[in-house]
T-cell receptor, first 112, second 112 residues
Framework: EPEVTQTPSHQVTQMGQEVILRCVPI?????FYWYRQILGQKVEFLVSFYNNEISEKSEIFDDQFSVERPDGSNFTLKIRSTKLEDSAMYFC??????????FGSGTRLTVV | AQSVTQPDIHITVSEGASLELRCNYS??????LFWYVQSPGQGLQLLLKYFSGDTLVQGIKGFEAEFKRSQSSFNLRKPSVHWSDAAEYFC??????????FGPGTRLSVLP
């Protein structure tokens, strides 16, 4: 069964550093998403991406965040200057038609 | 704004017992509804989804859910719980095709 692949599975970074979280969506999918889950809390929407541009973003997705599809397969989330409160599990998801996602297994980001 | 509530933060059942996890939503149109399961440290796995048609939907691992428009509910059920079902369960609604709104989750513990 096709999978959404996320790397790394766990990343530790120092406060103020930039991090890039990587995702390989399912190959024929057109819609891409990032969600995050702070430990013990619910899953929150960050951003959706379609046709090489952001289609929707939440208030969480401020100027320190950016997304990119640098080639035909990868979808990245960059956090420019990490804060302690950015520590969370970040999930990438993709969808063929915008309904019903396949989620990746997540990247646990720890900011120290 | 769309919202999803899961009234039970934590439920404990004995192995072999039946299970019902509650989900209520607030949505302005016919909702697309989903249940996801998350094992500790893992990603989100889709259990089942409702788009239209038969209000009782079958999913993987023996789960089913019933959509009740009059009650704005989409409760998840399983007739006989297995120890491996211990996990966090999230109900979600598709937010007009823009993103998903997740409920806060219900943690299921299974007693031997």
């Amino acid at each position: 069964e096709p999978e959404v692949t996320q790397t790394p599975s766990h990343q530790v970074t120092q406060m103020g550093q930039e991090v890039i979280l990587r995702c390989v969506p399912i190959s024929n999918h057109l819609y891409f998403y990032w969600y995050r889950q702070i430990l013990g809390q619910k899953v929150e929407f960050l951003v959706s991406f379609y046709n090489n541009e952001i289609s929707e973003k939440s208030e969480i997705f401020d100027d320190q965040f950016s997304v990119e599809r640098p080639d035909g397969s990868n979808f990245t989330l960059k956090i420019r200057s990490t804060k302690l409160e950015d520590s969370a599990m970040y999930f990438c998801a993709s969808s063929a038609d915008g309904s019903g996602y396949t989620f990746g297994s997540g990247t646990r980001l720890t900011v120290v | 704004a769309q919202s999803v509530t899961q009234p039970d933060i934590h439920i404990t059942v004995s192995e072999g017992a039946s299970l019902e996890l509650r989900c209520n939503y607030s949505y302005g149109a016919t909702p697309y509804l989903f249940w996801y399961v998350q094992s500790p440290g893992q990603g989100l796995q889709l259990l089942l989804k409702y788009f239209s048609g038969d209000t009782l939907v079958q999913g993987i691992k023996g789960f089913e859910a019933e959509f009740k428009r009059s009650q704005s509910s989409f409760n998840l059920r399983k007739p006989s719980v297995h120890w491996s079902d211990a996990a966090e369960y999230f109900c979600a609604v598709d937010n007009y095709g823009q993103n998903f709104v997740f409920g806060p989750g219900t943690r299921l513990s299974v007693l031997p």
